[in-house]
């Protein structure tokens, strides 16, 4: 099922750098931002000059990001920011790891605690702004990393950002649901952008089943 594709890879060595690779079909792709998920959400407003190659189908995506926008990703944002913080509280990375060193460094988690409040301040963003800017907080976020917050004023931060962000729910213009109606035009357009024309792929419904279900529309309305 396409919709559920997806290749991953990890540890993957270029040079001396390491990193996790992820490839998903636009189907998984398009349903996951639907859903509000805030890492594909991310990649959707990555900055123009971080993007190291986009085909005409990415750009045309990019381009109507903010269909995806809306409240229900609020929920997403805070849950995955509450993972965060509870991985930085266990305090249980790998030994010899570079999360084991931040522990010892700083007495905990700093990258866990860096992600927890980006979350939480792209959500206060999503719902004050109707939009994402990934670099709004990249200082403040700098100084969280470098540890030069303690772990309980991270703590503290969270409880009070987590309580601001219920009124501006309820004051913000933020779309209650996606645009579906939208999402699923753009998707199309962007599989004949690269299948070509579908039209003939979509169902068509069996012509004698309707004429069926309209003469039993029309019996069930008569009257002896």
Known sequence: NPRFWEYQEHHIQDGEREY?????????????????NPNML???????????HSTMVATKVRESRHLFLHQGAIAKFRGYACSQLHKLKIK???????RAQLVEEFGFDSKFASHAMRLLLEAEQLLT????????????????????WSEKQIIDW??????????LRVKSDLRPKPNVVGIKALLLECLEHHYGDLSDCAPKEDIYKSALREIRSIMEGLTL
């Open 20 to 36: 996790d690779l992820t490839i998903f079909s636009i189907v998984k792709y398009f349903h996951l931002c639907l859903e509000g």
């Open 129 to 148: 702004t109707g939009d994402l800017d990934l670099q709004r907080d990249k200082e403040l976020l700098k100084e969280v990393r470098r540890g030069q």
């Open 42 to 52: 991310d990649s959707l407003f990555v900055p123009e000059s971080c993007v190291l």
């Open 92 to 98: 249980n990375p790998e030994l010899g790891s570079r």
């Open 158 to 167: 969270f409880a009070e950002m987590e309580k601001s962000l219920i009124p």
